[in-house]
């Protein structure tokens, strides 16, 4: 009876462990948002050294070197804050 027991919990550890895992964030974007009169702004890293940067419901893909150097959060930061100058 006791072989039993052990073997069925042995079971249900190695099924735990079997339905148990940790998430892939791999599929998850990163993304960045501001908002310039009452527009979202959002640029999303692709993970491969390219950004789709959406306004308007328009989106398009940018690269690492059109950023100019920048860190995708500090240009969308830019940006906004020159939507906020403008007149």
């Not at 306004?55 to 100019?68: D, F, P, Q, Y």
């Amino acid at each position: 009876m006791l072989k039993k027991c052990i073997l069925g919990m042995s079971m249900l550890a190695t099924m735990a462990f079997v339905f148990t895992s940790c998430s892939d964030d791999d599929d998850e974007k990163v993304c960045d948002t501001c908002t310039i009169q009452s527009e979202t702004i959002e640029i999303c890293d692709n993970g491969n050294d390219t950004y789709t940067l959406t306004a308007g419901g328009t989106s398009e893909t940018v690269t690492k070197e059109e950023l100019g150097g920048l860190p995708p959060a500090e240009f969308i930061g830019l940006i906004c804050s020159l939507g906020d100058i403008a007149p």
